[in-house]
Each structure stands twice: as C-alpha cells, then as structure tokens.
C-alpha cells in the first residue's frame, strides 16, 4: 500500500476543499486533497455564481482574487418582481456591501492554478475513498489511485466532499442529527449565449412560478424557473423555457428579456439540509458536506468557505500553540451563523416561490410580505445584509 503523511487530509477538490488547502498553505500547514473526478470535470461543473463581499475579500486578501476582479461582475443591487410591481433593493445604501458575480467553476480554476504552483498535492480520480480512526489522533484516508492501493495518514481529517459523500457518512449514527426540508419544486437553469438583458439579477414570483435572471459574463446569460420535482428535462425543449422565462419575468416598462442558444440545461432538485454536529473526534465536515441551501439565497459556495475560514483558523491555532479550544468549538460557531444562512435561504424560497395548493389567503400573505419588504427601510437592510453575506467570523456569539 503506497502511504501519503501529512498535517491535513481533505476528500474534495470543490470550494470547500480547494479553499481550505489554500488557507492551510499560507499557514505553513501541508494538506492532501483526494478528488473522486478528474481536474477538469471539477473545473468545468457548471454550479452558482455569486460571491459574498466577505468571500471576495478573502480570495482577494489571500492571492486568488486578480482574474475575479479582472473579469467578474460586481452589483450593488438585485431586482425583486411580483405581479405588476418591480422593486430594487440598493445594497449600497441598505448596508453598504456589494455581492460579485463570478461563476463557481472559475473560482475553481483560480484555486487550482494557485494551489499547483504551490506545487499542492491533489490526488484527482481518487476512488473508493473511506474514512478510519477519524476519533484518533491519526485519522486515515484510504484510496485507490491507479489501480493501487493508497492511504493518506493525518492528523486532522476534513470532509469537504459534498451532500453525496464519504464523509458524512463517516459519523457515527449514534452522533449524528440531521434536519431536512425538501421542497415541492426543484429548478430548471439554463445557459445562453445573450448578453445580459438586465444589469442587476431579478428574482420574479410569477402565478406560474418563480424564476431569475443571472448571468455569468457580458455574453452569457444564467436563467432558472421553479418546475415540478418530478419534471425531466426532455419535457422542457427551448421554446418552452423561453415562453415561460418571458412570461414569469414579464415586460415592465418595455423591458424584454433577450434570448440566446442554450449551451446548457439542467433541473436540480431543492433542499435545505442540516447535519449536526459538523465535527466528531479529527474529522471536520465543511461545505455541502455538512447542509445545503436553496439556491434562491445564492449561498452554497459563501457557506463553505465561511466554514472552512473557521477550520483553517482553529487548526492553524492548533499548531502554533496546541491550543484545540477553537477547533472543538468549530462546529457550534459554523452551526450558529450556518442556521441564520439556512434561515434566510429559506426565507427567500418561500417568499418568492409558489407552492402547490397554495390558498388565496397564503397568496395574498405571500404579497403583503413581499410589499413589506421593500418598503420597510429595517426589512429592506435584513435582506441586503443577508444576502451580501453575514461577517466571516470565528466567534460564537
Ligand atoms: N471521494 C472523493 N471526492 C468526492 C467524493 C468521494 N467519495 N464525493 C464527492 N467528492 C468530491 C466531488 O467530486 C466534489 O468535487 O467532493 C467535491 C465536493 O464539492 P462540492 O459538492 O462543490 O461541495 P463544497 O466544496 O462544499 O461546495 C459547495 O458547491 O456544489 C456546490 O451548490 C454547492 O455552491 C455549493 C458549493
Ligand atoms: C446564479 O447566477 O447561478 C445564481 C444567482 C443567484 C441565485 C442562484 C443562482 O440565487
């Protein structure tokens, strides 16, 4: 069996793990990143695209922020649309914070070019990866890598492998708590080649369903509606999507949505996922690993690098000083601000998403929180604060 020693092992070459490993390497901290795909599935998988002010800060603040902030696309707004109202909310005036937009893949491609000139050790098509000793002072990882038998031996494990991995798994039922919400919808996203038919996202709540508009740069453009769970994407050929995009985004004062070829389409289903508790002996879960989101708050990737800002401090305190204090509170501080982002995400679902069986009552309840939250100067500041991104923090209050 070929051994690998190191100070950290990571399964997952996502945010979650790239971010992490990067953080580690600035800190003198050496890490092993096991990838199940190969570099350039990861780097090509076409996920969210907008990035927290506090996220775009750290990549910034830590050398992988030059591309971003020559290419990306910085907002100070987002549109809100119901029936025949239109509202902005002015992040800059609400809290004085912006969000950038900058695809999730490109974050990746960022991260990976600086951490392979660091000359990174990332194991790409690792499989079969499984978890031992994780309540050890030496946790192991094993693989295959080539045919070959591999183990990855460290002092501390992180679980940045996503809702569907290994890692997670690796608690003992015992242990872990999970708390689930799936929603009665899922979302239809699409890539085209438009240039961008509004300066700002819109978010639209439409009789017939949600949807928003993004984008990914000044000739792409990035559009969801909310569709049946049960929905396939073969029942949803172009013209379809295009029909219900212009109806649900409407035409408010002339405005018409351009289209484009779709270069891509997909329909992903909608949770909001929580496991408790994020750590259990040297293993740390960080990112999808540990909850997921609906995307309607944008923050699947902002969360998992505000977790593994918290693990990468908490370590790096470990071998400084050998003070552990911060790592065994890793899961309580990523748990505390983690539910506020469950929260919102959930807040932004419901408000603009339309539910089957929804009565008059819940449509016009629906409305009036709508109409509350962009006339109400104090509801207007918790959306734009929550939605450019709550302080990264290693504080438990
Ligand atoms: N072994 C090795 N690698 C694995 C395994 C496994 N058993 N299971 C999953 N992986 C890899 C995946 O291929 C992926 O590259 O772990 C990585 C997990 O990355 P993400 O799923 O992106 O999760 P995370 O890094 O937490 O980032 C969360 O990514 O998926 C989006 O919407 C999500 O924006 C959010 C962000
Ligand atoms: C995206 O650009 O993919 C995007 C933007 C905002 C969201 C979700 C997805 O809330």
Same mark, same amino acid.
């Given at each position: 069996m070929k051994t690998i020693r190191t100070q950290v092992g990571i399964v997952g070459a996502g945010p979650a793990g790239l971010i992490l490993s990067h953080l580690l390497h600035l800190e003198g901290i050496e890490s092993v990143v096991l990838e199940m795909h190969t570099r350039q599935y990861v780097e090509e998988r076409v996920r969210a695209g907008v990035l927290e002010q506090g996220v775009v800060d750290l990549l910034t603040q830590?050398?992988?922020?030059?591309? $971003?902030?020559?290419?990306?696309?910085?907002? /100070?707004?987002?549109?809100?649309?119901?029936?025949?109202?239109?509202?902005?909310?002015?992040?800059?005036?609400?809290? =004085?914070?912006?969000?950038?937009?900058?695809?999730?893949?490109? %974050?990746? /491609?960022?991260?990976?070019?600086?951490?392979?000139? #660091?000359? #990174?050790q990332i194991v790409f098509e690792a499989k079969d990866v499984s978890l031992h000793d994780i309540d050890t002072k030496q @946790?192991?990882?094993?693989?295959?890598?080539?045919?070959?038998?591999?183990?990855?031996?460290?002092? *501390?494990?992180?679980?940045?492998?996503?809702?569907? =991995?290994?890692?997670? /798994?690796?608690? @003992?039922?015992? %242990?872990?708590?999970?708390?689930? /919400? %799936?929603? +009665?919808?899922?979302? $239809? =996203?699409?890539?085209?080649? #438009? +240039? +961008?038919?509004?300066?700002? $996202?819109?978010?639209?709540?439409?009789?017939?369903? *949600?949807?928003? $508009?993004?984008?990914?740069? +000044?000739?792409?453009?990035?559009?969801?509606?909310?569709?049946? @769970?049960?929905?396939?994407?073969?029942?949803w050929p172009d013209a379809r999507i295009w029909e219900q995009m212009h109806l649900r985004l409407g035409s408010p004062n002339g405005w018409r949505l351009t289209e484009g070829a779709i270069i891509q389409k997909n329909i992903a289903p909608m949770r909001s996922f929580v496991a408790e508790p994020m750590q259990f002996g040297r293993m740390f879960l960080a990112g999808d690993a540990a909850h997921i989101v609906p995307a309607t708050g944008a923050k699947g990737l902002n969360l998992a690098a505000a977790d593994v800002y918290v693990l990468m401090h908490g370590i790096t305190r470990f071998y400084k000083s050998g003070d552990e204090s911060l790592l065994q509170r890793y899961s309580n501080i990523c748990l505390r601000r983690g539910w506020k982002v469950q929260n919102f995400s959930w807040w932004m679902t419901h408000m603009l998403h339309r539910f089957r069986g929804e009565s008059p009552y819940d449509v016009k309840r629906q409305w009036a929180e709508l109409d509350f939250v962009t006339s109400s100067r104090g509801a207007a500041t918790a959306l734009a604060e929550n939605y450019t991104g709550l302080p990264l923090t290693i504080e438990e209050a």
């Open positions: 830590t050398g992988v922020g030059e591309r $971003l902030h020559r290419e990306a696309m910085v907002h /100070k707004g987002i549109y809100f649309r119901w029936g025949d109202h239109e509202h902005r909310f002015d992040f800059e005036e609400l809290c =004085g914070k912006n969000i950038t937009v900058y695809a999730q893949h490109e %974050v990746i /491609k960022d991260l990976l070019a600086v951490r392979f000139a #660091a000359k #990174a @946790p192991r990882i094993r693989y295959q890598h080539n045919d070959e038998e591999c183990e990855v031996v460290c002092d *501390f494990l992180a679980g940045c492998d996503g809702f569907h =991995g290994a890692s997670r /798994k690796a608690m @003992p039922a015992s %242990v872990l708590k999970e708390y689930e /919400k %799936v929603y +009665p919808f899922g979302w $239809l =996203g699409i890539l085209a080649q #438009a +240039p +961008p038919s509004s300066d700002e $996202l819109i978010y639209a709540n439409h009789e017939q369903g *949600f949807s928003l $508009l993004s984008m990914r740069s +000044p000739e792409v453009q990035r559009l969801y509606i909310q569709v049946d @769970p049960e929905d396939d994407i073969s029942q």
